[in-house]
């Protein structure tokens, strides 16, 4: 009865999970939106960059954006796995959201804690129905040497969730594990 209880509580909590990823990509969108109309805060500065960045689960490569007002950065990134996506022939997306806050912000020098949130998800062949999911809350460091163009380093570990339907005991399965995320990008801001 407990692993039933155990297992309500986790498909909640993903779904839940999800619901917060997409509110919080939603709310970012908006936020950009206006203060794009507002033109009092003109302090702000746009950026769009380029990473490519290792986790537990695979080589990832993509493109993020984001603003900066004064020393919070909120971004979002969207992500493919490299080598299930390329070489495997399996499209492996990855979603994320997050907030820098830099605590040393120079005109060159950019260095402060961050923290976001990651779903992914993968279907592991053509047979299948099923699909494994995942969640990530990292914790980490972002660095950014550079004026108009810069050089970004971020390294992260955290909580990290994955959910998939387990062929041995036919049902849908959790497991929580330690996970880290590292990656360098270059970016262009305006």
């Known amino acids: ?23 919080l990509l939603l709310i970012f969108l908006v936020t950009f939106s206006y203060f794009a ?12 960059g380029l990473a490519f960045g290792m986790s537990r689960l695979d080589f990832f490569t993509g493109c993020y954006f984001s603003k ?3 020393i919070v950065q909120p971004f979002a990134s969207v992500e493919f796995g490299v080598n ?12 994320s959201v997050g907030v820098n806050y830099f ?3 120079s005109e060159k020098f950019h260095f402060g804690p961050y923290i976001s949130h990651s779903y992914s998800l993968l279907k592991i062949n053509a047979n299948s129905t099923h699909f494994h999911h995942w969640n990530e809350l990292y914790f980490g460091t972002r660095t950014e040497v550079g004026d108009k163009w ?10 990290m969730n994955e959910r998939f339907y387990s062929q041995t005991i036919k049902s849908v399965t959790n497991v929580n ?5 590292a990656n360098i990008g270059l970016s262009y801001v305006w």
């Open 1 to 23: 009865m407990s692993e039933v209880v155990n297992d309500s509580f986790l498909f909640t909590y993903i779904w839940f999970m999800q619901r917060l990823l997409l509110l």
């Open 37 to 48: 109309q507002n033109h009092s805060i003109n302090d702000s500065k746009k950026q769009v």
């Open 68 to 70: 900066e007002f004064r």
């Open 84 to 95: 299930r996506s390329i070489f495997q022939k399996r499209i492996f997306p990855r979603l």
């Open 103 to 105: 605590v040393v912000s």
């Open 150 to 159: 810069r050089f970004t380093n971020s390294i992260a570990t955290g909580w």
């Open 177 to 181: 594990s330690i996970g880290f995320f």
